[in-house]
């Protein structure tokens, strides 16, 4: 299976963006539909954006959409997630995931392989 490593988080003002990018080694990436999940202190990790094995298919939680677009490039081995106009509420550490299934999906439970994380600090 794929192995995943996040990087690009950090601290920013509310209205900043940050692109968070995840490498996979290992096994095939296009396999893979990938997704992109938080957990802030104290909560249980949520979805944020998904997209599937050909970036064909994505998904989004309500309260990103217009704001975050993950995407996917399989030459490259990444998935990113553009996080633009950043709120103190999208604090979190964020997480990259697999799932062999291919399809995007906002359970976590369809998720077989998962990133340490990466911390997102926004200031208000």
């Known amino acids: 299976q794929v192995q995943l490593v996040e990087s690009g988080g950090g601290l920013v003002q509310a209205g900043a963006s940050l692109r968070l990018s995840c490498a996979a080694s290992g096994r095939t990436f296009s396999n893979y539909a990938m997704g992109w999940f938080h957990q802030a202190p104290g909560k249980e990790r949520e979805f944020v954006a998904a997209i599937s094995w050909s970036g064909g298919n994505t998904l989004y939680r309500d309260s990103v959409k217009g704001r975050f677009t993950i995407s996917r490039d399989n030459a490259k081995n990444t998935v990113y997630l553009q996080m633009n106009s950043l709120k103190p509420e999208d604090t979190a550490v964020y997480y990259c995931?697999?799932?062999?299934?291919?399809?995007?999906?906002?359970?976590?439970?369809?998720?077989?392989?998962w990133g340490q994380g990466t911390q997102v600090t926004v200031s208000s």
């Open positions: 995931a697999a799932s062999d299934r291919r399809y995007s999906s906002t359970s976590p439970a369809n998720y077989n392989v």
